[in-house]
């Protein structure tokens, strides 16, 4: 029997050279990890300098247990102290919600800030997923990163952190004068100190461990806006600035 050669048809294109590969395709690209969608899209960060903060966001998983917890606030706790050592990333200030955990860090670059905030996921979720006894991912896909890089941003991330509980209505619950499950009792930025004093966080409680700011912002710039009262709620303008 003679053998016939089958001919191959190439689609129609004026590259001849991408006629196999390339292009946009449905369906194409990387999936997102928790299978539904992405909550950050996959971009490239923008460069960060040294000399400004980050208001960092991370989001968990919805099967798992709300935050605002006694045992994920110790298991919060521990993350935070594993990042104490550090000298090129540093967690200034915290705020812990039911489903997300805000975080005002210093870094020395995008990549220092990359495996920060990656480590402080991974010792929170071991921690959290043996403390409710579960397994699997515990933090979505993606982080959310934005740059401060004026004195007003960082007044209005401050205002946005450590009020957020405000924000979600959990300060209803105890009528407690700041946020129990924050570093809003390290926070030397709030207007009258009658505040402060009227502060009782519950027995036992220990203060969520960070370093002190370095950064000129941190420290001294937002101030220039006005100090923040603890009974300020977040609204819009604090939610697009910070």
Known sequence: MRRAQLAIRFPKTKTPR????????????????????????????????????????????????????RKAYQCASWALIRMVPREDFR????????????????????????????AFEISFARRINRASRRRGRVFRDRYHAQQLT????????????????????????????????????????????EHIAGFRPPPGYQALPVKYATLWLLTKGWRR?????????????????A
């Not at 200030?93 to 495996?115: C, F, K, P, Y």
């Not at 941003?153 to 450590?162: D, M």
């Not at 923040?228 to 939610?239: M, V, Y």
């Open 91 to 118: 967690v200034v200030h915290v705020s812990i919600q039911a489903t997300h955990v805000h975080l005002i860090v210093e870094a020395n670059d995008e990549r220092a800030l990359s495996r920060g905030v990656r």
């Open 150 to 193: 004026t004195p007003r941003q960082v007044r209005n991330a401050f205002a946005y952190v450590l009020n957020n509980w405000r924000k979600h209505r959990e300060d209803k619950a105890r009528g407690w004068k700041l946020d129990p499950f924050s570093s809003s009792i390290a926070f030397d930025g709030w207007r009258g100190h």
């Open 18 to 69: 991408k006629r196999m590969h390339g292009g946009r395709r449905e369906g194409a690209g990387r999936k997102p990890a928790n299978g539904v969608k992405a909550g950050m899209p996959h971009v490239a960060r923008p460069r960060l300098s040294r000399h400004h903060p980050v208001h960092v966001t991370v989001r968990v998983e919805r099967d798992v247990p709300k935050l605002r917890r």
């Open 225 to 241: 806006y006005g100090l923040i009262d603890p009974r300020e709620r977040p609204g819009p303008r604090e939610l697009e600035a």
